[in-house]
């Protein structure tokens, strides 16, 4: 392979947008969300374990000093015999039965989301003044296909941006279940209007509810679209390399930065040739490792999977955030195990495209987007490790 190594000098353009999510000295909170499927996780934590073992720990304390007091030797000289109570061992069982049940439902929504690449897509239709039925293609998998109405989207957008509508007020729908998927408006859309339909099986809640301004409007869960692009993530001792195979499969290595190339805050969090993926899209990440098992993390966006020799993990994030966003290698992986870490930066798609034909030259290959202004990111190596 061939090694490509660089400089920080190259990526200042992109400095500009940086919001950044690090670790920061003396935090003890989860790093900012920087998606929706982040979001729901930090809910996870802090709505329901942190309130749960919260309680737990106070009742089991309570419950240490009311046995020291009222039933140390000198209180209590003569202890009553009885070793059973039927009802008291009932409720010990049922009640944490309860309580991981409570912790298991959520959780496995979690996990189910983190774990199935959204498969969602979008069509969109201009309207023409008389057309009343659109055709959605429910070409998915059969256990993936759209059958149900909250597995549907629609809105219009008339210029002014996206009004979501309302099944059964706004629009009816024909065919769940089907290979077509028809929604029919009672009046027909104006010439100029589009009807956008949104469909499939992965939803999340939207971002910031409730004041989001994404496809749903309101407090409600909206379609992830499909992925698009992947990214593969190698990991080593000690870094990472990345390659773009939708993009004509360049590669490059990432290792971490020297201390003169990062800032204070992101020392031995920087790297020298970042991850770059534009914002709002969904990016599958496929992820392997060379020598030994690593794990490829990302805290701002819930992300963590383990990089195993000799088989293919996947895991996906949407960003709904521009900025720069760090991780760290998960597994302990050797000496230098603390000196691998994981560096995205999230860009607007014209950005994201003229880095992607930035990439392309680097790799004498011609550029894929008509993108003004390529700044060539990478450079010679210019000290940093590239082993
Ligand atoms: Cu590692």
Redesign the pocket.
Known sequence: MKKLTATLSGLGVWLATAATAQMTPGGIAMQPANSALAEEVHFFHNWILLPIITVISLFVLALLIWVIVRYNAKSNPEPRKFSHNTLVEIIWTGVPIIILLIIALPSFELLYKEDVTPDGKQVVVAGDGQTVDFVFPNDFAESRMVKRRSHLQVALDNGSGQQVLRYRDDYRVDGFGDAEVVVSFETPPAPGERVIIRGGRSSQNVSGCPNAKRFIDACDKEIVMAPTMTIKAV????GWNYSYPDFGDFEFLSDMATEEESTPETYLLEVNNRVVVPVGETIRITTT?SD????WALPAFAVKVD?VPGRINETWFSADREGIYYGQ??????V??SY?PIAVEVVSRPAFEAWVDSQRALAEMEPMFDSENIKLARSENAGASAE
Do not use: N
Not at 329 to 334: A, D, K, L, P, R
């Open positions: 990991g080593r001792q000690w490792a030994v098992i690593h794990a990089a290698c998960s597994e302990i992986c050797g230098r195990h691998m």
